[in-house]
């Protein structure tokens, strides 16, 4: 009995220590948050499928090791989130999986924060879960996708997409000393594609920031695709000490891995792709004690800041946030395949003076055959050691620490390979791709042509069929959808001119609208007791969506308000390209092409790619092109413009004015053009570029006319001249020059006659 006695005792006593069966609770999603006060670890909460809007999820709970609290979807991605949803969740070994948060947006914070009030999370894990198109109505209000605080907590095979507002997407925050030394995963996602934002801001993952550049963060970033993440020119921005970065894939990504504050950090076995498109990157490094070893970097197009592999030159004396030396580096073992760039000592100016120290590059192999040495020495190397480097060129090169070779190049996986295992498995990317109808409307003078672009489905041609026809409208053609509007024929061109008794613009280019425009008169005659249009085509003041304007053959007219602009993007609102050709501006008041909405000088501009070609701008009060992108930010590549073979007569003569205003592009091409009676009381072209950016003025004229204020004295890379125009019929608005003139023979001015 004795011991039976000890026998049913120690057996009870294991009852007790024992963990209780794990519990299956079915709830809705609402009704997590109570769930989890008495959910025990081990447990599953299982949320019913559904669409939910206008949550605001406050999630904390505790599981323990081994035995995590679940919180998942009933199928993968079956929970979808939406409206104005967020979710916050704080505690223990809390796992949530298959949530699917989509088309909603942010009221405040981040979509998903690793924390709920002052409590953070420790050992979560946030997996196969989606984040896709969460967007506020306007690209300029600024959230994250997630946010990660706490300590040893994971973000794996998860979705994050759609991202078209300011903001990184994924941040580990490193604000106080509890997200320090985190030893966090984020690992085996897909980071979808993000368009070009425009600014500064639009990383897709942020280790910390200038002020944590010596705390160790400690976090691992490994596996993940990061597939044309465009956003600015820190792809992943490391901004801390102590992390690991290794065995990401990089695709067609415009940008780079940025070790931009911190020390120690190490970039392992990444592979980047960029299949020769513009501006893919690579590494670029600042700081102390990094170690870049066995990446391989092929197709990269990258220049200076986008390089397929930037040392930076350093600050004297830097403070944390600027650009500190870089020393006691390792460049290793790494695989350059045709990419265009290494630089050594980039961004060396008047200020970035120190060049980098104690620097081993060594056992690398470079292949271009396009290239004539493997690097670019910006600055002196006698810094780097230089050490059993292997390399193909265009020709035999010979220097200490280099030997041309003919190298066993690596296979690369196909992209199906790469894509493999990374993000939500349940995921399916939703088509982009919109089926044109080619389904043609006509409208005739006197229709309303506004509601005719209004019903007008994606991809539609709006045909105005009456040469010469008036198409009075009371309200603007608002564009939400791409379209094609043009005229019909070769004959006179159609007159849009507005007759509301509200002012509006005549073409307002709307959230997801792409619109090209053809052979098309904007008359702006008042009428008696009507009001005068805002503008010709511009944008909607709330856009998340870049658009596209195409602006061909077009005539803008008789426009006597300053605030007028013909063509004009606004604040917040951004395209991905802009081509105005064989178009006339004429008798103004206001700008004719105004890109220059954005003026806190932070480096943010209106359009990416602006083509303006064979124009004419004819008596200008205001600017004929004004675009503007204020302040030094080195955080994107544009705006990229080109202004070629145009006329300006009479433009602009009031004192201090411009006829070209082009402040920040940072590539600048202006060839071929006459200026002609313009800019007498100021200047012709209007510069503020940088010694870093691309500008050329070359081949253009410029007869009693101002000058050309440029802040380097080097943006004059070919011929001027000094000529009187010889058109061939101004009077008739024919400001194509007279057939054997000398600025006809040197193809300077508008190419044809048909602007009228």
């Not at 870089?326 to 050594?344: G, K, M, P, Q, R």
């Not at 690398?364 to 292997?390: H, S, W």
């Not at 690596?410 to 939703?430: D, F, I």
């Not at 602006?551 to 802009?578: H, L, P, S, W, Y």
Request: hydrophobic share 40%; with cysteine.
């Amino acid at each position: 009995m004795r011991n039976l006695k000890l026998i049913l005792g120690a057996a009870a006593a294991l009852l007790l220590t024992m963990p209780a069966a794990a519990r299956e609770y079915r709830v809705t999603l609402g009704a997590v948050a109570e769930t989890l006060r008495t959910a025990q670890p081990g447990d599953r909460i299982v949320v019913e499928d559904g669409t939910y809007t206008d949550m605001e999820l406050r999630w904390s709970g505790a599981g323990a090791e081994e035995r995590p609290v679940v919180i998942e979807a009933a199928t993968p991605g079956g929970v979808v989130i939406g409206g104005a949803s967020t979710l916050r969740f704080a505690g223990k070994w809390i796992e949530i999986r298959g949530l699917h948060f989509r088309d909603g947006y942010a009221p405040s914070g981040a979509v998903i924060e690793f924390r709920n009030g002052r409590e953070v999370a420790e050992d979560c894990r946030l997996t196969e879960c989606a984040v896709d198109n969460y967007n506020p109505a306007r690209r300029d209000a600024a959230y994250s996708y997630v946010l990660l605080y706490g300590r040893r907590n994971r973000v794996d095979h998860c979705t994050l997409t759609g991202k078209l507002n300011l903001g990184v997407t994924l941040i580990v925050m490193l604000n106080e000393e509890r997200s320090q030394r985190n030893h966090h995963r984020i690992d085996h996602n897909w980071f979808g594609p993000r368009p070009v934002y425009g600014s500064n801001g639009a990383e897709t993952i942020r280790v910390g920031t200038s002020q944590q550049a010596y705390t160790s963060s400690n976090t691992l970033i490994e596996e993940n695709l990061f597939d044309r993440c465009d956003g600015e020119v820190e792809v992943v921005s490391i901004k801390s000490s102590d992390n690991v970065i290794r065995r990401n894939v990089f695709f067609e990504s415009q940008g780079v891995l940025a070790l931009r504050h911190g020390d120690r950090n190490r970039v392992e076995g990444n592979l980047f792709i960029g299949n020769g498109i513009r501006n893919t990157g690579g590494i670029r490094i600042v700081n102390a004690g990094h170690t870049v070893v066995g990446n391989t970097l092929v197709g990269l197009a990258g220049t200076r800041f986008f390089s397929a592999l930037a040392v930076m030159n350093a600050v004297p004396n830097s403070l944390p946030n600027r650009y500190c030396l870089v020393e006691d580096v390792a460049i290793t073992d790494n695989t350059f395949i045709d990419c265009s760039n290494i630089e050594f000592g980039t961004g060396r100016d008047l200020e970035r003076t120190l060049a980098p120290e104690r620097v081993l590059f060594a056992r690398n192999t470079i292949v271009n055959r396009k290239l004539e040495a493997p690097y670019i020495a910006v600055d002196r190397t006698d810094g780097f050691t230089f050490r059993d480097n292997r390399v193909r060129l265009a020709g035999d090169y010979a220097s200490e620490g280099f030997e041309t070779v003919t190298p066993q190049l690596p296979v690369l996986p196909a992209e199906a390979r790469l894509r493999a295992g990374k993000g939500a498995s349940w995921y399916a990317p939703r088509s982009e791709v919109r089926n044109p109808v080619e389904r043609i409307y006509t409208v005739r003078s006197g229709e309303d042509l506004p509601a005719v672009v209004d019903r007008a489905e994606p991809g539609s041609v709006i045909e105005l069929t009456d040469a010469g026809g008036d198409y009075p409208i009371a309200r603007a053609m608002v564009v939400r959808v791409p379209l094609t509007i043009r005229a019909v024929g070769n004959g006179a061109r159609p007159v849009v001119r507005f007759n509301g008794r509200k002012g509006d613009n005549m073409v307002t280019i709307a959230n997801g609208g792409e619109l090209h425009i053809a052979g098309i008169a904007f008359s702006g005659v008042l009428e008696d007791g009507k009001a005068l249009a805002k503008a010709g085509i511009s944008t909607a003041q709330e856009m998340i969506r870049p658009y596209s304007l195409s602006i061909d053959n077009c005539e803008f007219a008789d426009f006597g308000e300053g605030g007028f602009f013909a063509v004009k993007g606004t604040q917040a609102t951004f395209a991905g390209r802009v081509e105005i050709r064989n178009s006339l501006f004429r008798n103004l008041s206001g700008d004719a092409i105004n890109y220059a909405a954005e003026r806190e000088d932070k480096g943010r501009y209106n359009a990416d790619d602006m083509v303006i070609e064979n124009c004419a701008f004819y008596r200008i009060l205001g600017l004929p092109i004004n675009i503007y992108r204020g302040g030094s930010d080195e955080s994107t590549a544009g705006p990229y413009v080109a202004v070629r073979r145009c006329n300006f007569e009479d433009c602009c003569n009031k004192e201090r004015g411009s006829v070209v205003r082009l402040i920040g592009p940072q590539v600048l091409e202006i060839s071929d053009c006459n200026f002609s009676n313009s800019g007498r009381g100021g200047c012709s072209v209007r510069l503020d570029e940088a010694t870093w950016e691309k500008v050329s003025i070359a081949d253009c004229n410029f007869h009693n006319a101002g000058r050309i204020l440029s802040m380097t004295g080097r943006a004059v890379q070919g011929a001027l001249y000094d000529l009187e125009p010889d058109y061939a019929d101004a009077a008739a608005l024919d400001f194509t020059q007279r057939p054997g003139s000398r600025l006809a023979e040197l193809g300077i001015g508008t190419a044809k006659n048909d602007l009228r």
